[in-house]
């Protein structure tokens, strides 16, 4: 048996010591060798077989440099398509995470001598979003699978169509509201009208005088003498006379307050068909980061912050503990309720938007009772909340 054979120790320890990274301006790309020191590389490029790759090589370098490049880019952008699809992260650490596998396309057989060059060309080429910061390039991938253009597209439609119901809605709302004001109207006229019905008749037909107060027919038949007409207790007439119109009084508040009543929770139904949408993200917001996908990372039940909200669905986060910023899709996450007393936003249904603060938490039903504490509805109670429609506030 040889002294390099497969199982001779000298083997061995070779393997051994070839396995991980070495440095990369001692990596023959033709050959896809890999050698741990000047002196070996040297060597290699003297042997035979390194001199008809080389030869290989020199009939058409601008077409093997250019398939290298691109395999390059393909297997670097595939990378960051499984890896960081939502994230904004930065270039470096992208590119350490791809050249932990031996076996990769060197860049060192590549058009681009530098990192900062390859990320420039992505950003050039419109494949990622590329910002330089003081701490380094970042970039974001911009994805271009046709599904997702697809899925895209259906959400602009979405989009579109929701904001023509919300158009229908608003002027159906509005006319509501004047149909309630008019009736208000026309009760107070009532109410006045009939208050100034008073008639003050002071003879009758036999030259008799008489003091005769109506404010209806009922009230008058039922306290004169059947035969004469004439009354018989004046101050009866005047106690009747104003209870019932107290009574009539407070019948019409308690109509008007009960017409008002179910305008306004009509009003809350149309509200909330409304403003009911698929799409609940807010600026401002903490949200719970839920992917299992970024288990690895660290981030999976992690709470951070939406610091931007890109196309209603998808929310930049920077997380709380590490101040990392993340790109996820709103299916991939879940609210925050604060502690008691703590301020929320409805991020759903009918008062949409609105910030409130926390009251009570109903854990059996899932729901929580809030109070919007600004805007037109300032000091209104919602009763049952459920916990999918409100979320933290960043104070």
């Known amino acids: 048996m040889g002294k390099n054979e497969f199982l001779t120790p000298k083997a061995i320890a070779n393997r051994i010591k070839a396995k991980g990274l070495q440095k990369l301006r001692w990596y023959c790309q033709m050959c896809q060798k890999q050698c741990r020191d000047e002196n070996g590389f040297k060597c290699h490029c003297m042997s035979e077989s390194h001199q008809r790759q080389m030869q290989i090589f020199g009939q058409n370098p601008t077409r093997i440099v250019g398939g290298y490049s691109d395999e390059f880019e ?70 271009r699978d046709p599904e997702t253009i697809f899925k895209d597209k259906m959400k602009n439609k979405r989009l579109k169509a929701d904001l023509a119901d919300e158009e229908k809605q608003d002027r159906a709302i509005q006319k509501q509201i004047e149909r309630a004001e008019q009736m208000m109207m026309a009760t107070e006229e009532e109410d006045g009208a009939g208050a100034k019905s008073t008639v003050l008749d002071r003879t009758n037909e036999e030259g008799e005088r008489k003091i005769t107060l109506s404010l209806g027919g009922p009230s008058k038949k039922k306290n004169a003498d059947p035969n004469n007409g004439t009354l018989k207790n004046p101050t009866m007439v005047f106690n009747d006379e104003d209870g019932e119109r107290g009574s009539k009084r407070k019948r019409d508040v308690n109509n008007s307050a009960s017409v008002l009543d ?121 009763r049952a909340v459920e916990y999918e429609d409100i979320c933290k506030v960043l104070e």
């Not at 993340?326 to 936003?345: K, S």
């Open 74 to 143: 393909s297997t670097f952008l595939e990378h960051m398509k499984r890896s960081h699809r939502f994230s904004r992260i930065a270039a470096t650490v992208v590119y350490n995470e791809y050249i932990s596998d031996r076996h990769h396309v060197h860049m060192n057989s590549t058009r681009w001598l530098t990192l900062t060059q390859f990320v420039k060309h992505l950003g050039r080429t419109g494949k990622c979003k590329v910002e330089e910061t003081p701490k380094g390039w970042f970039i974001t991938y911009i994805d």
């Open 262 to 382: 179910e305008l306004i929770m009509e009003e809350e139904k149309v509200k909330e068909m409304s403003n009911r949408k698929e799409y609940w993200l807010f600026e401002g917001i903490v949200v719970k980061v839920m992917s299992k996908a970024l288990a690895d990372k660290g981030y999976y039940k992690q709470k951070g912050v939406v610091m931007k909200v890109v196309d209603r669905y998808v929310a930049e986060i920077e997380m709380i503990e590490n101040k990392y910023v993340l790109r996820v899709d709103q299916e991939e996450l879940e609210t925050v309720i604060p502690q008691i007393g703590g301020a929320v936003r409805i991020v759903n249904g009918a008062y949409r938007g609105e910030r409130a603060k926390l009251l009570a938490i109903d854990a059996d039903k899932f729901s929580a009772r809030v109070q919007i504490d600004k805007g037109i509805y300032d000091g209104r109670i919602l």
